[in-house]
């Protein structure tokens, strides 16, 4: 993959989501889903850099035996920064061919919650996805048109879930 880059202090996201705090490097880290970049803001020298990914990149999480795992395109994948590498461990093969994973969240299980949608964002025929130790299974309605916001309550119990386009 390329080497990382310092970002111009005047670029902008095309569409930049999926904060996430990384807190064993001091560093906030985001994606530039249509950009197609993993980002990330080094506090202590304010450096932000990007690395390139090859397809649109929902959302980035970190792992708990280093690396992160990352929604990218219509599948998920593991990723280091430092050497950078992606490698593609799984592909939704039930999703329509226009669809793209969006928002992700962590809950304290460990488990990951990311929705699909198209990428017209036009139609709901995006799903709602747990991954848990390796599995992945659909997890909720498949009505999505664009999945965003998963908010798990502490006890991990329940979860809500928006989306945009329905303003629901």
Same mark, same amino acid.
């Given at each position: 993959m390329t080497a990382p880059r310092i970002i111009e202090r005047d670029r902008v996201d095309r569409l930049g989501?999926? *904060?996430f705090w990384s807190a064993p490097d001091g560093s906030l880290l985001w994606t530039d889903i249509l950009g197609q970049t993993i980002n990330r803001l080094d *506090?202590? !020298?304010g450096t932000v850099m990007h690395w390139p990914t090859p397809?649109? +990149?929902g959302w980035i999480i970190a792992r708990q035996q280093g690396g992160f795992v990352a929604g990218l395109g219509r599948g998920l994948a !593991?990723?280091?920064l430092d050497p950078f590498r992606i490698e593609l461990f799984h592909r939704l093969g039930e999703?329509?061919?226009d669809n793209r994973v969006n928002d992700a969240k962590a809950d304290a299980r460990g488990r990951i919650w990311f929705g699909t949608m198209p990428l017209d964002c036009r139609r709901p025929v995006g799903r709602l996805y747990c991954l848990?130790?390796?599995a992945v299974r659909i997890a909720g309605p498949d009505a999505? !048109? +664009?999945p965003n916001g998963p908010a798990i309550a502490p006890d991990g119990r329940s979860m809500l879930q !928006?989306?945009?386009a329905l303003r629901t």
């Amino acid at each position: 993959m390329t080497a990382p880059r310092i970002i111009e202090r005047d670029r902008v996201d095309r569409l930049g989501e999926g *904060l996430f705090w990384s807190a064993p490097d001091g560093s906030l880290l985001w994606t530039d889903i249509l950009g197609q970049t993993i980002n990330r803001l080094d *506090l202590g !020298t304010g450096t932000v850099m990007h690395w390139p990914t090859p397809d649109v +990149i929902g959302w980035i999480i970190a792992r708990q035996q280093g690396g992160f795992v990352a929604g990218l395109g219509r599948g998920l994948a !593991t990723v280091t920064l430092d050497p950078f590498r992606i490698e593609l461990f799984h592909r939704l093969g039930e999703e329509p061919d226009d669809n793209r994973v969006n928002d992700a969240k962590a809950d304290a299980r460990g488990r990951i919650w990311f929705g699909t949608m198209p990428l017209d964002c036009r139609r709901p025929v995006g799903r709602l996805y747990c991954l848990d130790r390796g599995a992945v299974r659909i997890a909720g309605p498949d009505a999505y !048109t +664009i999945p965003n916001g998963p908010a798990i309550a502490p006890d991990g119990r329940s979860m809500l879930q !928006t989306d945009s386009a329905l303003r629901t």
